[in-house]
């Protein structure tokens, strides 16, 4: 299995530029999660989704979209970059237990100017 | 608003143990967990603690009093590769997960 996996790795984008954020699992889980992590903060959680076709906003939702067309991918849209958007950005997954534990992708870094 | 604190830097020696501690205030508790985060890496789960006491796993052992909203994170004979970010984060009442800045240990040989 390969886990959690997310592309870009990094990118730089120009203010206003849009991208999308793929992320996809191979574990069947039902959970998925997009956070983001500044320097010296805590994982922000973004938007997650308890299953396809089903999503929600989290903690710091506003400039970012997500779909969940499938169990496996969980794209992370970003409409008119600013700067405030700077971040690496995590995608995770999880089972539906109750001491489940979230698994991670690698991360993209993300750069704004 | 609901809150996380861990101590932002601690530095331990080799071969030696060392404590974590992590104190919450959220809005409802599901659970506690402890993240390992290698520089320029993303996070692998360490423990889980939703009762009071002490769970044990190897070399690491983590701790949970919810009476008090406290936590630690105990690693004895500590390795080079210990090295890392401490995650603390508690799942509230919504079952989201709330995380703490994380506590960078530096390992002195």
């Known amino acids: 299995n390969a886990g959690v996996t997310q592309t870009p790795k990094f990118r730089i984008l120009k203010i206003g530029q849009s991208m999308t954020l793929q992320c996809t699992q191979d574990?069947?889980?039902?959970?998925m999660y997009w956070y983001r992590q500044d320097p010296g903060m805590g994982l922000k959680l973004i938007y997650y989704?308890?299953?396809?076709?089903?999503?929600d906003k989290g903690e710091v939702p506003n400039g970012y979209n997500v779909s969940r067309s499938t169990t496996e991918d969980f794209p992370l849209r970003l409409e008119l970059a600013a700067p405030s958007q700077t971040s690496v950005y995590f995608c995770?997954?999880?089972?539906?237990?109750?001491?489940?534990?979230?698994?991670f992708g690698p991360g993209t870094r993300l750069t704004v100017t | 608003g609901q809150n996380i604190d861990q101590p932002t830097e601690m530095t331990a020696t080799e071969g030696a143990i060392v404590q974590i501690n992590c104190t919450y205030q959220?809005?409802?508790?599901?659970?506690l967990f402890w993240y390992q985060q290698h520089a320029g890496e993303a996070p692998t789960f360490l423990s889980y603690?939703?009762l009071d006491g002490l769970e044990e796993k190897g070399r690491f052992s983590s701790f949970l009093s919810r009476s008090k909203g406290y936590s630690y994170l105990l690693l004895k004979e500590l390795q080079m590769k210990d090295s890392a970010s401490y995650l603390c984060?508690?799942?509230?009442?919504?079952?989201?997960?709330?995380w703490g800045a994380g506590t960078k240990l530096i390992i002195k040989p």
């Open positions: 995770a997954s999880s089972t539906t237990s109750e001491g489940d534990e979230q698994y």
């Open positions: 574990m069947n889980h039902n959970y």
């Open positions: 959220t809005s409802g508790f599901n659970g």
């Open positions: 984060a508690v799942r509230d009442s919504n079952y989201q997960l709330i």
């Open positions: 989704s308890v299953g396809a076709g089903i999503t």
């Open positions: 603690n939703v």
